[in-house]
């Protein structure tokens, strides 16, 4: 904003009063919607959640996904590798149904899961634990 107070001010110097008047008031007018863009992100960031899910594969097999943390600005290739290492298992980032970007661990882990996101060191130090939830999700029987 320093650089732009002082561009404004080199103009004023050759302007005339009304044109100095309509600067002015289109410079407050990009600092007001500049103040509401970032209000409204922050807003979307406090709003957003991380889901959990431990999903059945077959019999006895799972795996757990995570989604949500893009909007905590995780980069979700570094998440997935760090979880990898973590559990000693294969991890990889996915699009899910609904076409957002998940991580999807092998293996049961989404205990150990939440308290790391909640622990938020690492590469998840901005998500806050407030915002993380574990979902159950059942694999419905086929009729046969």
């Known amino acids: 904003m320093c650089a732009l107070a002082e561009a404004l001010h080199s103009k004023l110097?050759?302007?005339s009063i009304e044109q100095q008047a309509k600067?002015?008031?289109?410079?407050?007018e990009k600092e007001a919607k500049a103040e509401k863009?970032?209000?409204?992100?922050?807003?979307?960031?406090?709003?957003?959640q991380v889901s959990i899910k431990r999903i059945e594969r077959n019999k006895r097999k799972c795996v757990t996904a995570i989604h949500g943390l893009e909007a905590f600005e995780v980069d979700l290739k570094k998440a997935a590798k760090f979880l990898a290492q973590k559990y000693a298992t294969g991890a990889s980032v996915t699009k899910n149904a609904q076409g957002?970007?998940?991580?999807?661990?092998?293996g049961d882990v989404s205990e150990e899961m939440l308290q790391l996101v909640q622990g938020?060191?690492?590469?998840?130090a901005g998500v806050?634990?407030?915002?993380?939830?574990?979902?159950?999700?059942?694999?419905?029987k086929g009729t046969e």
């Open 13 to 15: 110097g050759n302007l």
């Open 128 to 140: 806050p634990a407030a915002n993380v939830e574990i979902v159950e999700e059942k694999k419905k």
């Open 100 to 106: 957002q970007d998940e991580i999807v661990v092998q």
């Open 37 to 48: 863009k970032a209000d409204a992100a922050l807003k979307k960031k406090l709003a957003s």
């Open 120 to 124: 938020g060191k690492g590469v998840f």
């Open 23 to 28: 600067l002015e008031k289109s410079t407050a």
